[in-house]
């Protein structure tokens, strides 16, 4: 079955420390972005990916690092300039029409 | 600005009534529109979408949206709640940029029996 997988499902982190969320896309989809959902808030854009290594800044990109080096996988990391982490991050992928598809989220916490 | 605003953050209906979700957009934002539906700790799927045409969209799970250019609305409607219904909604519109979309902050549902 064709999709979007995040992984981990939940993930802590301690203060100071960096962490890597995972995305992968079997979709073929060119286009990739990640959310922050935060509650009340909607959803917020962190960076988006139009072409294999080239992505462009989001909303709130301030903490937050990302690479494309390959179609199917766009990481994110969550460094510790990001002050407040604690979220719910989705990762999204489309072909070019507006319509994106969701993965299933990773909960980050900071302990 | 390009703005999404769902009116209303949370609506409570009962089994069975009319479910009325509603969404405006700012003039700015291009006419592609969608409604997503997220369950608690899941992703976000996608419900129904407008891009051009016939002004009704009929989605999955039996809802439907008007397009209204006049109104710079996209309200969700489905006529008879279920309890299955019960979760959050978002309204999202087209930006300027390639595949960039703009979110509504979210209408939570709530189904009672």
């Known amino acids: 079955d064709g999709g979007i997988t995040q992984s981990p499902k939940y993930l802590f982190r301690k203060e100071g420390q960096n962490v890597t969320l995972s995305c992968e896309q079997n979709?073929?989809?060119?286009?990739m972005y990640w959310y922050r959902q935060d509650p009340g808030q909607g959803l917020r854009l962190i960076y988006y990916?139009?072409?294999?290594?080239?992505?462009q800044k989001g909303d709130i990109a301030e903490g937050y690092s990302v690479s494309r080096e390959k179609k199917e996988s766009f990481p994110l990391t969550v460094t510790s300039a990001q002050k407040n982490p604690t979220a719910f991050y989705l990762c999204?992928?489309?072909?070019?029409?507006?319509?994106?598809?969701f993965g299933p989220g990773t909960r980050l916490t900071v302990l | 600005a390009q703005s999404v605003t769902q009116l209303g953050s949370h609506v409570s209906v009962s089994e069975g009534a009319l479910v009325l979700l509603r969404c405006n957009y700012s003039s700015s934002v291009p006419p592609y529109l969608f409604w997503y539906v997220q369950y608690p700790n899941q992703g976000l799927q996608l419900l129904l979408k407008?891009?051009?045409?016939?002004?009704l969209v009929k989605g999955i799970n039996g809802f439907e949206a008007e397009f209204k250019k006049s109104e710079t609305s996209f309200h969700l409607t489905k006529p008879s709640a279920h309890m299955s219904d019960a979760a959050e909604y978002f309204c999202?519109?087209?930006?300027?940029?390639?595949?960039?979309?703009?979110f509504g902050q979210g209408t939570i549902l709530t189904v009672h029996p």
């Open positions: 979709l073929n989809h060119d286009a």
């Open positions: 407008y891009t051009t045409g016939a002004t």
């Open positions: 999202a519109g087209g930006g300027t940029s390639y595949g960039k979309l703009t």
């Open positions: 990916s139009q072409i294999v290594n080239d992505f």
């Open positions: 999204a992928s489309s072909r070019g029409e507006w319509e994106q598809f």
